[in-house]
């Protein structure tokens, strides 16, 4: 019903953008839309809120923790139990 | 705690997740209690729970006690891992479950209650979109982006980057901050409004300089 709706030529800049979410949900193919054809400026808004979301699906895990962090876990570890896993492996 | 479950497998989350040269080995000699094992997964997976936890909190100190945290939970779960889903979306998925109590704990706003995942008003998407010679395509660099994702509202910030960058779906994000997938789409919708907001005013920043 939503989708049929954002067909509709007539609608508003306002209308398009409540129904924009569902449409990016819907994976819809938005560059044939009847309001985009029209509207420059929701054209390059669905521009960018597409480049958003693919450029942080690039994003990749770049940070590393300080070496601190395997510090404090291991001493957690032999807090909790006392003959660590490893200690016999290491002897 | 129980353990994390098993999360859906998407393709996302598989493209994600390429299996590591010598992990099932370290899996299976740390299950038995080997701690050289043990360190070997911390080193394989160290950067990307950290990463996590850092998107999710934007905060450094509290994202290395997080992640000592999630550690300390696979030292003491890795036993229940069945092999369902591969070891690091697993383990991912402790993750996520640790810095959603860790916030909880804490009593912030944007877990469990759905009026309280609504930032403020002028948060919201604006009908006005504004000049029409800004665009972004093509011009966010990395840092920028991450940046950005930083000064997000906690509650966008925990949507946008477990949709968007980690790849969950929607209903997976509903279950684990308990609101409505309605409310997670939404929530993610102003969340891309809003980050496009702040790159549209950092690019005319760097314009006027």
């Known amino acids: ?91 | 705690m129980a353990g994390p479950t098993q999360p859906r497998p998407a393709n996302q989350h598989m493209r994600r997740n390429p299996p590591i040269a010598g992990e099932q080995e370290a899996i299976d000699r740390a299950r038995e209690g080997d701690g050289r094992a043990f360190e070997t997964l911390y080193a394989m997976h160290k950067r990307r729970v950290y990463s996590l936890c850092l998107r999710m909190l934007g905060n450094v100190a509290e994202a290395e006690d997080l992640t000592q945290e999630a550690f300390l939970q696979l030292y003491r779960k890795i036993g229940t891992f069945r092999g369902d889903s591969a070891f690091s979306t697993w383990l991912h998925r402790l993750a996520v479950n640790v810095v959603l109590m860790h916030l909880r704990r804490k009593g912030l706003p944007q877990i469990s209650l759905e009026e309280a995942l609504e930032p403020a008003q002028d948060d919201g998407p604006r009908k006005d979109i504004g000049a029409r010679d800004l665009t972004l395509s093509g011009s966010i660099d990395r840092v920028t982006l991450e940046r950005a994702i930083e000064n997000l509202p906690p509650g966008y910030r925990l949507v946008f980057v477990l949709h968007d960058v980690e790849g969950y779906e929607h209903n997976e994000i509903a279950e684990m901050l308990d609101c409505s997938t309605g409310n997670s789409k939404s929530q993610l919708h102003k969340a891309r409004m809003k980050l496009r907001d702040l790159l549209r005013k950092g690019q005319r920043k760097e314009q006027i300089a």
């Not at chain 1, 019903?1 to 508003?12: G, L, N, Q």
């Open chain 1, 1 to 91: 019903m939503i989708v049929m709706r954002a067909m509709d030529k007539t609608m508003t800049c306002a209308e398009f953008q409540d129904v924009l979410p569902e449409l990016f949900e819907a994976r819809s193919d938005l560059s044939g839309h009847e309001h985009l054809k029209s509207c420059e400026n929701c054209a390059a808004l669905v521009r960018d809120l597409e480049y958003i979301a693919s450029q942080a699906r690039l994003l990749l895990p770049i940070h590393d923790p300080s070496p601190a962090v395997w510090d404090n876990i291991q001493q957690a570890i032999r807090q909790d139990k006392p003959e660590p896993p490893g200690t016999a492996a290491r002897k």
